[in-house]
């Protein structure tokens, strides 16, 4: 059964929040995925909505090789690169 728990950060006052689970029983690891700065409210449906077997913050992902392709180069322009290109640094 997942929980909800929230962090504050010491310096800038910040609370973060995630969501935490126990995989493998009473002797398990917790896992958790966080969900960042965001209200408790927001946390309270990300929740529920992992509950229900559902995330609201998952990407869609690419089905075929063609959608991949085209995927990766929206992500290099959206990131400023030139498409083909392997020296990232030197193209920002």
Known sequence: MPWL???TERSSGVTTWSIEWREGG??????ARPLGA????????ELAAMQAG???RREKR????TAAVKEYLR????????DG???????K
């Open 5 to 7: 728990r929230s962090r």
């Open 26 to 31: 009473r002797g398990g690891k917790v896992r």
């Open 38 to 45: 965001i209200t408790e409210k927001e946390a309270q449906y």
């Open 54 to 56: 559902k995330t609201t």
């Open 62 to 65: 690419a089905i075929d090789a």
């Open 75 to 82: 992500h290099l322009k959206a990131s400023g690169r030139r």
């Open 85 to 91: 290109t392997i020296d990232h640094d030197g193209d």
